[in-house]
């Protein structure tokens, strides 16, 4: 199982440093309620992207040899992160953040828990993300405890960005490292996002492309 953690651990990098949720964190652990609604929103960025890998990770439980259709999507998804990257690219002079940031000064504890799971769901980059992973799982045919474990994993990973901005509110040296952190990011955030999306698109294309054609 090690080496098909191995193989999702690039993916999982993306996910954590994807610009916005990361931007999210910040705001959320410096907000009212920070390190409750913090700890929330981490707790439910975690059960997204637990779902989402999930779903597809289950496919291939004990089937053997994966069927050739999960290369097929794993081509696909990496195609779609490409023409992410490129709309990315496009629309790289937009520096407002989404409108549902401004919102989250007012979040109760339960609502930060369905503003993490909302927040990986309605992401466009994290759920491609987040399937190539399970279809990487389903292709390895691990079996049902094993295939909790990896997606338990990969999902912690993903979600170790908003652990740790939760953890670093609780000091003063903490607190402005996250105020100049969120404030890179939203210079930066076009840039990061073309190159994660450009790195693991490519990565998906590759694998899927040598998994079709054979050796």
Known sequence: M???????MPIAVGVVISPVPLIAAILIVSSRRGAVNGAAFALGWFVGVLVIVLVLSLLGVGGGE?????????????????????REYHNREKRELPAWLRAVDDL??????LFGLLATLANPKNVPLGAAAGVILANSALGVAQTLIACAVFAAVCSLGMVLATVLRFTRAGAAALGRLKDWLVDESPGITIALLLVVGTLLIDNSVEAITGP
């Open 66 to 86: 994966p069927p050739v259709f999960f290369h097929w999507i794993n081509l696909f998804l990496g195609l779609l992160l490409w023409w992410l990257a490129r």
């Open 2 to 8: 090690v080496d098909v953690l191995a193989r999702v």
């Open 108 to 113: 109760k504890p339960h609502n930060a828990v």
